[in-house]
C-alpha cells in the first residue's frame, strides 16, 4: 500500500478563512464536512476555527492573530540585533589584534 503523494502547500486569503469559519459556525456541516467540500484539510479548518475564537476572545489557550505578529516581528528585530552584536564583537577583536 503506497503513500499518498503530497498535496503541494497552498496559501488562503484571509477573507477566504473567514467565510469558512463562517460555514463551520452556521452548524449545518461539521468541520470534517465542510472541509470535504472545499478540498481542504480537517486540520487546518479546525486551526482556522481555533484562531478565529481566540481573536474574538472566546478562547484564551493561544496567541491572537496580532499578538502572534508582534511576536514574529520581535523575533525577527533580536534576530539581526544578536548578528549585529555579533558583527561588533569580532570587529573588536580584529582591531585589538591590529593594534599590539
Do not use: H
Not at 500500500?1 to 503541494?8: A, L, V
Not at 491572537?64 to 534576530?79: F, I, M, P, V
Amino acid at each position: 500500500m503506497g503513500k499518498k503523494p503530497r498535496r503541494p502547500r497552498r496559501a488562503f486569503t484571509p477573507e477566504f478563512k473567514a467565510e469558512i469559519v463562517e460555514v463551520c459556525r452556521r452548524g449545518d456541516r461539521s468541520v470534517a464536512q465542510v472541509a470535504r467540500d472545499f478540498d481542504l484539510t480537517e486540520t487546518a479548518v479546525r486551526e482556522w476555527v481555533r484562531q478565529a475564537d481566540i481573536d474574538a476572545g472566546t478562547r484564551s489557550d493561544g496567541l491572537a492573530s496580532d499578538e502572534r505578529d508582534e511576536l514574529a516581528r520581535l523575533r525577527r528585530e533580536n534576530r539581526r540585533l544578536r548578528e549585529d552584536v555579533d558583527i561588533l564583537k569580532r570587529a573588536t577583536a580584529f582591531f585589538v589584534r591590529e593594534t599590539r
